[in-house]
């Protein structure tokens, strides 16, 4: 089950008249929760392509390191040297 978390965030001047701009009748969305929730949600998302983005890097360094620089490891060793 999900948890409900109520916040407060103070926003004058320009922030202010954006988020307004954006909210109500003429604005993409019906009231302010609504947008941060929106809002914190891409971030959520960015923050996940990001993450993947790097693991897509490292996987195409790795897939591109020539033959001899693998070297084989047991499950074991593969833990030890995790476990640092």
Do not use: C, Q, W
Not at 5 to 19: H, K, Q
């Amino acid at each position: 089950m999900s948890r409900t978390t109520t916040m407060t965030v103070r926003i004058s001047g320009a922030l202010s008249d954006f988020v307004a701009s954006n909210v109500g009748e003429n604005g993409a969305y019906e009231n302010i929760s609504e947008y941060v929730r929106d809002l914190i949600r891409r971030d959520k998302e960015r923050a996940e392509r990001e993450a993947f983005d790097r693991l897509k890097a490292e996987l195409t360094r790795a897939f591109a390191a020539p033959e001899h620089d693998y070297h084989p490891l047991t499950a074991a060793e593969v833990i030890a040297r995790n476990r640092g």
